[in-house]
């Protein structure tokens, strides 16, 4: 997987049950990520940011709570 490709060929799973709610996915990649009522990850738009920005929010995450595969 490559920050060059579209955000779309990334398949992206979120955990949020081991989300602890530090939002940094939603700051890397609002387009993509943000957090629910109960303050946890929840995908909103696989294809909302580019690949950079969703890897970085993937590697960003302390709880791993965000995984990526091509």
Known sequence: M???????AIEI???????????????YA?????????GKVQLIDTGGDPASAVINAAEACPTRSIRLSS
């Open 2 to 8: 490559t920050a060059e490709q579209s955000a779309d």
């Open 13 to 27: 799973t979120v955990n949020p049950p081991t989300c602890a709610g530090t939002a940094v996915c939603a700051f």
């Open 30 to 38: 609002p387009g993509t990520f943000d957090l629910d009522d109960q």
